[in-house]
């Protein structure tokens, strides 16, 4: 306690608070009381030194520790509560507010309850789990499969249903995965701002207000006489929350023995948009459940229409190119094969809309309404207006949309996803990038606490056709075929429904074995001579990319694997390969649907950057 001073008086009381509660008291004459008060301010003097150096110290440290991006996960969401520019933090650990979010708009909750006309005559009700998918398709047969699994890049996630060209095999005995680098995409969300379902809303929204005409859809198109649109705008729906939530619990199955969990925390990565920020945490507490925070710190990487800001979680923005006329060879192809294989149901829907001049593109649009309200509503009227043959044709349609503006058809289409490339090939040979490369952000890439060199897991999260990109710049020629736009190609192996789903993810595994392991599986676990060997996985949808089938160089494994160092030789030129600089700002000629073949334009023609 402090002592009593009482003001014109010669002595001081002093009580001293002692281990009981008896208080001492002591009567000092005015010469020892100087000297106390000598000695009182030589202590208040060497306190507030010892104050100062420590306030110096707890500076220093601190401004450190933001510099190297040691912050805590939970400091993180706590700071970031209020507003960044009031925050210590650098924006690339600010996930609340969010500071590059992207359009928002939420969408009327979902009343499948009301809504759902199932059970569906001549099918057997199954509960809806939770989407309703058992919507009678005229021409679907026992033994198909599913129309929601013909939805392209907008299907609900479910792993790929055929194999990439290889077996699966369990890993063998005295092996062991070392390290896993996860490339997730976003779950399931709403429409694109703008997007073509939005436009044929407003249509039907027209001519059913007496705005465009006066209009009464009869037969099949009758619904649309009351219907009215419910999206938002590009935000996660419910079950693209649960999408990766799941992925989260099933990667921990998969791989949770990785996480060091000793108290150190794992950095992932995602970027600013709302969708890839909610995904991200969304699958960590999958992960580690809701306490995530205590074991992983996000880095967000700004993305925006500006590009000013390199990001190769959404390379894309980097790449003016990419986002040009020069760029839509796969749009024009889509539009070409549209016209063939959705002649007919346009014909059948014009009918059923009288005054209304009902279109290819409203009839491909309403494809597209179907998949966007399935997942974020539950169900969906346009599912039914369209046989099994147009469900194929769509998901053709988007396969060819994929090879001519984000993969080999593309001239952008190494380029784009060549600095993601450039950064998997950083962490298996363990170490920072320091010089710019493609959309490599160096402030990120260049630090070990935002880009780590011997972290077992990494998870980071991206786009659908930023992911198709990274699959073409890292060379995988299986997917490089020209597909035609007047017909089918049964046996493709570009499908993006297989590939790129809601939730979809591509997974590298980095395996150790005590010697070479043979390469015919099939015959059992065969260990050969040799030293260790380190190996690369590669499984895109819970399946194996064959890397052999792309990459010669590798054998024909049965297992899809390829020896780690044979794959950093092969990638070794990858960014050459990729012409990013030309590709990106080049000026050059568009060119047919199917001319480029190897995702880089065909001739260097003139460059003005």
């Not at 047919?592 to 003005?608: K, Q």
Request: proline residues 6%.
């Amino acid at each position: 306690m402090m002592g009593d001073t009482k003001v014109g008086e010669l002595q001081v009381v002093e009580v001293i608070e002692v281990s009981s509660p008896v208080l001492a008291k002591r009567v000092v004459t005015a010469n020892s009381r100087s000297k106390r008060r000598i000695v009182f301010g030589i202590q208040v003097s060497l306190f507030l030194i010892i104050l100062w150096q420590f306030s110096m110290l707890y500076r220093s440290f601190a401004v450190a520790a933001v510099a190297a991006g040691v912050v805590d996960g939970s400091v993180v969401r706590r700071q970031s509560a209020s507003s960044s520019a009031s925050s210590n933090l650098p924006d690339y650990y600010v996930t609340k507010p969010e500071l590059l979010p992207g359009p928002t708009p939420t969408g009327v909750p979902a009343f499948l309850a009301e809504t759902n006309p199932a059970p569906f005559a001549g099918t057997t009700y199954i509960p809806p789990q939770p989407l309703e998918t058992q919507v009678p398709i005229s021409g679907q047969v026992g033994n198909d499969e599913s129309i929601y699994h013909y939805h392209g890049q907008l299907s609900h996630y479910f792993p790929a249903s055929s194999s990439f060209g290889v077996d699966e095999y369990p890993l063998p005995e005295n092996a062991s995965i070392v390290q896993l680098n996860m490339l997730s995409r976003h779950g399931s969300r709403y429409p694109t701002k703008g997007a073509g379902v939005e436009t044929l809303a407003n249509r039907i929204k027209n001519y059913t207000t007496g705005v465009s005409g006066d209009v009464t859809f009869t037969g099949k198109l009758s619904f649309l006489n009351g219907w009215k649109y419910k999206l938002g705008e590009e935000i996660l729906v419910p079950v693209g929350k649960q999408e990766l939530f799941d992925s989260g619990v099933l990667h921990q199955y998969m791989y949770g023995h990785l996480n060091p969990n000793n108290g150190t925390k794992i950095i992932a990565r995602t970027t600013t948009q709302d969708r890839m920020l909610m995904s991200a945490e969304y699958f960590m507490a999958g992960f580690f459940g809701l306490d995530w925070t205590s074991n992983a710190t996000l880095v967000l990487a700004r993305e925006n229409l500006t590009g000013t800001f390199n990001n190769t979680l959404a390379g894309y923005y980097n790449c003016p190119n990419s986002n040009k006329a020069v760029n839509l060879g796969g749009t024009n192809a889509t539009t070409k094969w549209a016209s063939v294989y959705l002649a007919n149901a346009t014909a059948r829907l014009h009918a059923d809309a009288p005054g209304f001049n009902w279109t290819v593109t409203d009839s491909y649009n309403a494809q597209s309404l179907c998949a966007y309200e399935t997942v974020a509503l539950g169900y969906s009227a346009f599912c039914g207006l369209f046989t099994y043959e147009e469900w194929e044709g769509y998901e053709y349609s988007v396969d060819i949309n994929f090879a001519g503006n984000n993969m080999f058809n593309s001239p952008t289409g190494r380029a784009v996803g060549v600095g993601y490339v450039q950064e998997i090939l950083a962490r298996l040979e363990h170490h920072v990038i320091t010089s710019p490369e493609a959309q490599i952000n160096v402030t990120l890439d260049n630090n070990t606490a935002t880009f780590p060199i011997n972290q077992s897991l990494n998870f980071d999260f991206s786009h659908d056709t930023n992911i198709a990109a990274i699959i073409t710049a890292f060379g995988f020629t299986q997917f490089a075929e020209v597909l035609p736009t007047d017909h089918i190609v049964r046996n493709r192996s570009l499908i993006v429904s297989h590939m790129e789903p809601f939730g979809a993810r591509l997974d590298i595994e980095v395996i150790n074995t005590p010697s070479p392991l043979s390469g015919d599986r099939c015959n059992g676990t065969v260990y050969e001579a040799g030293p260790p060997t380190t190996y690369v996985h590669f499984l895109l949808s819970q399946r194996t990319l064959p890397l052999g089938r792309s990459f010669p160089e590798c054998g024909d494994r049965d297992d899809g694997w390829c020896e780690l160092q044979t794959w950093l030789n092969l990638q070794s030129n990858k960014l050459a390969e990729a012409e990013y600089e030309y590709s990106c700002f080049g000026n050059y000629s568009a060119v047919p649907y199917g001319t480029i073949t190897n995702g880089v334009p065909l001739t260097n023609e003139t460059f003005s950057a």
